[in-house]
């Protein structure tokens, strides 16, 4: 990681569920311009991960520090301010919503006002308004699905629909994406896409891939962090981490899907 600087980091966080140890001294880094991708078997606690770093969970002990502050008291509606946007394991489009309004929505809480304003036509929040369509636009066009700005998500493909959700994310400019199972429900060739997609946000924000499809991981990730009952037990760069006994031996038994 040496030459970029750390954006993203866990130190030593724990997470009880009563009896049961989801999460169990776990640290990892996400530099900024790097895809960093969290594996390992169900249940291994990579959700609970996600849910700690976006302020849904909080840890019993550790610390979760964003640009070099603790973040102790965040809750999921301060992302958008803190600079992180996620994408859901679903796709979480509101279906009466245009595909440009959808992506609208993703944008910072300053311009989403002047979004609403501007449904209810008030004349001062035109030009922010206008701007925010622009780069809503401008994000949709960069992952090649301007032409469905104005209809509606369920008339349009699974991956499509992906892509605007992705958009979505994209469009308040994050310094940390993160990407909850970005590939599921995605047929091999919009997989293929998605890492192209992926890879194509190199050197901007830290990116955090949740994925079940090994592929996908090995092909976009800088670095891999292998999580099993709640224990970081691997990480590496792709190639490092795929021949890892301990990471062969948490994966027995287990069906890795596009493994
Ligand atoms: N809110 C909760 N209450 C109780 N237990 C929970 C809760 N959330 C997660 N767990 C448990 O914590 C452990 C880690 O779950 P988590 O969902 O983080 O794993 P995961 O790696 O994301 O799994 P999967 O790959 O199946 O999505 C599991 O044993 C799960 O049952």
Same mark, same amino acid.
């Given at each position: 990681?040496?030459?970029?600087?750390?954006?993203?980091?866990?130190?030593?966080?724990?997470?009880?569920?009563?009896?049961?140890?989801?999460?169990?001294?776990?640290?990892?880094?996400?530099?900024?311009?790097?895809? =960093?991708?969290?594996?390992?078997?169900?249940?291994? /606690?990579? !959700?609970? +991960?996600? #849910? $700690?770093?976006? %302020?849904?969970? *909080?840890?019993?002990?550790?610390?979760?520090?964003?640009?070099?502050?603790?973040?102790?008291?965040?809750?999921?509606?301060?992302?958008?301010?803190?600079?992180?946007?996620? =994408?859901?394991?679903?796709?979480?489009?509101?279906? /009466?919503? !245009?595909? +440009?309004? #959808? $992506?609208?929505? %993703?944008?910072? *809480?300053?311009?989403?006002?002047?979004?609403?304003?501007?449904?209810?036509?008030?004349?001062?929040?035109?030009?922010?308004?206008?701007?925010?369509?622009?780069?809503?636009?401008?994000?949709?066009?960069?992952?090649?699905?301007? /032409?469905?700005?104005?209809?509606?998500?369920?008339?349009?493909?699974?991956?499509?629909?992906?892509?605007?959700?992705?958009?979505?994310?994209?469009?308040?400019?994050?310094?940390?994406?993160?990407?909850?199972?970005?590939?599921?429900?995605?047929?091999?060739?919009?997989?293929?896409?998605?890492?192209?997609?992926?890879?194509?946000?190199?050197?901007?924000?830290?990116?955090?891939?949740?994925?079940?499809?090994?592929?996908?991981?090995?092909?976009?990730?800088?670095?891999?962090?292998?999580?099993?009952?709640?224990?970081?037990?691997?990480?590496?760069?792709?190639?490092?981490?795929?021949?890892?006994?301990?990471?062969?031996?948490?994966?027995?038994?287990?069906?890795?899907?596009?493994?």
């Amino acid at each position: 990681m040496s030459g970029s600087s750390v954006n993203l980091e866990l130190r030593e966080v724990t997470v009880r569920f009563a009896g049961l140890v989801a999460l169990d001294g776990v640290s990892l880094s996400a530099p900024q311009g790097r895809v =960093t991708g969290v594996i390992g078997p169900n249940g291994a /606690g990579k !959700t609970t +991960l996600f #849910n $700690v770093v976006c %302020g849904f969970v *909080r840890p019993r002990s550790g610390e979760v520090r964003w640009r070099g502050r603790v973040l102790g008291r965040h809750r999921p509606h301060d992302l958008t301010r803190l600079g992180i946007a996620r =994408t859901l394991q679903g796709l979480g489009l509101f279906p /009466g919503l !245009t595909v +440009l309004e #959808n $992506v609208m929505v %993703g944008a910072d *809480r300053q311009a989403r006002a002047g979004f609403w304003s501007g449904l209810l036509a008030l004349p001062r929040a035109d030009r922010d308004e206008a701007a925010l369509r622009e780069r809503a636009l401008a994000r949709l066009a960069e992952l090649g699905v301007a /032409g469905e700005a104005a209809r509606l998500p369920g008339q349009l493909p699974y991956g499509v629909q992906k892509r605007v959700a992705l958009a979505r994310a994209l469009v308040a400019e994050p310094d940390l994406l993160l990407l909850d199972e970005p590939a599921a429900g995605l047929s091999a060739a919009e997989m293929d896409e998605l890492a192209e997609l992926i890879r194509g946000l190199r050197g901007g924000p830290a990116v955090v891939l949740v994925e079940h499809h090994m592929d996908l991981v090995m092909n976009v990730c800088d670095q891999v962090v292998v999580l099993d009952f709640g224990k970081v037990i691997a990480s590496g760069t792709p190639a490092e981490v795929r021949d890892d006994p301990a990471v062969l031996d948490a994966y027995l038994g287990e069906e890795v899907a596009g493994a």
